[in-house]
């Protein structure tokens, strides 16, 4: 079984200040990872992933992760946050090997980032 | 390409109906998957389609169905509608089955409201 713990469901944040959107999972066997964006009255969209490789992420819009499998967190940062990133972020995982098949990806409850002029 | 397509974005129900939610997914791709979001709730999987066939179903009252055709496009139905099947129903597809890297694509959604 696998399971992942978004810590905060809120995020306020000025204008071009850091962020970093907290991430962690559990599970008894390897996992892939994945940051997904929902803006509103959107679906969700992939942000980035971690499939194996070097343990920093680096996904669309500016965003990165990184990897750390003995504390299992796979944080979310940006250096610089803007009004358009104002939206929900979940954390997912999935199993990396069997048949496990994305199916089995489950997400956390989601983060709230709201940037504030 | 187009992206995943659902129908309808919005609707409103009464309790006891029943509704289809319907899905078309990016051209090419076999797998769809439904998903429940819901404030209190999150994300929650309800089931994935491959090749017409159900591969996992999620924990979901049998009120909650549905079907891939051979043109990989899917439905899913809620029978019998209580007010706590108020929600957001995602559609997802991917290109295949069993990878568990594969990334997901997701639809905007069918905002069901049940009355």
Known sequence: AQSVTQLDSQVPVFEEAPVELRCNYSSSVSVYLFWYVQYPNQGLQLLLKYLSGSTLVKGINGFEAEFNKSQTSFHLRKPSVHISDTAEYFCAVSPSGGTGGYQKVTFGTGTKLQVIP | ?115
């Open chain 2, 1 to 115: 390409k187009a992206g995943v397509t659902q129908t309808p974005r919005y609707l409103i129900k009464t309790r006891g109906q029943q509704v289809t939610l319907s899905c078309s997914p990016i051209s090419g791709h076999r797998s769809v998957s439904w998903y429940q979001q819901t404030p209190g709730q999150g994300l929650q999987f309800l089931f994935e389609y491959f090749s017409e066939t159900q591969r996992n179903k999620g924990n979901f009252p049998g009120r909650f169905s549905g079907r891939q055709f051979s043109n990989s496009r899917s439905e899913m139905n809620v029978s019998t509608l209580e007010l706590g099947d108020s929600a957001l129903y995602l559609c997802a597809s991917s290109p295949s089955f069993n990878r568990g890297g594969n990334t997901i694509y997701f639809g905007e959604g069918s905002w069901l409201t049940v009355v």
